[in-house]
């Protein structure tokens, strides 16, 4: 009887496993592209409200201290978000990701955002703002003309 149910299970299973394997992998693709099109959204909608921000007076490392600490996430996050945003200013974010890899992830991408170029200071958040150019690129969007 044993030999039965290893046989009929030889039969079935390694397709129901090919299955049962795409479907973890594409999930995670999936979970990974709609993280990165939040992070893609959230850069967009920083940059695209940037006037209301000077009308405010907040800008720069302020503006990214209080909206760390309203969204309840890292000054670091926000930073990578705009730069990736900036990086990548398409209309919508399809364009975006048909240029990247598959088997791409937040942390993958935000791995290669750590200087800015053609500035030779480092994309960390307390000396990088005390910098005129980088808060410049940072901010702003790459079609509008300061």
Not at 87 to 93: A, K, L, M, Y
Request: proline share 3%; hydrophobic share 35%; glycine share 4%.
């Amino acid at each position: 009887m044993s030999q039965d149910i290893d046989k009929s299970f030889s039969v079935w299973y390694p397709e129901f496993l090919n299955v049962a394997k795409a479907i973890v992998v594409e999930t995670i693709v999936s979970s990974r592209t709609e993280l990165i099109k939040g992070k893609w959204e959230l850069g967009k909608h920083i940059i695209e409200n940037e006037g209301n921000f000077k009308r405010a007076e907040i800008y720069g490392e302020k503006l990214v201290k209080r909206l760390s600490k309203d969204l309840k996430t890292s000054d670091r996050n926000l930073y990578h978000c705009l730069k990736f945003y900036r990086d990548n200013p398409q209309e919508d974010f399809d364009s975006v990701i048909l240029s990247l890899p598959k088997n791409i992830s937040w942390f993958k991408l935000t791995q290669g955002i750590k200087e800015i170029e053609g500035h030779n200071c480092q994309f960390e958040p307390k000396s990088c703002w005390q910098c005129e150019i980088c808060d410049k690129k940072v901010f702003s969007n790459p079609n509008v003309e300061k």
